[in-house]
């Protein structure tokens, strides 16, 4: 399942689970602590899926969502989240969406579903 996976997320502890379960599962990953860095790092390469927390500092997502169709107009987003309660939203706009807490099954079936 060798996908180039962009991982946005400024908590570094979350960040790196994501890196070892998806880097297990085959996946390259790179990442950002930020929105910000992660377009910097789009404008620069490509990848098959971006990872990105709900809540973020910086620019919000659907501006964010906005300038990755720009740039990379076929890389879906998929968005994490411990709110429970914005799944059918996240959907509804488009994104892919896991809850926090995560496992390795669930990063595999989102893996797979892109």
Known sequence: M???VLIIEDNLDIRDALVLMLS???CVCRVASTRDEALKQLEADRF???LTDFVMPGI????FRQEVKRLRPNTPIVVFS??????DDMRALGFG???KPFDEETLKKVCSDV
């Open 82 to 87: 411990s709110f429970d309660s914005i799944e």
């Open 48 to 50: 098959d899926m971006i």
């Open 24 to 26: 297990q599962l085959g």
């Open 60 to 63: 919000g997502l659907l501006a």
């Open 2 to 4: 060798s996908k180039s």
């Open 97 to 99: 969406f896991f809850r």
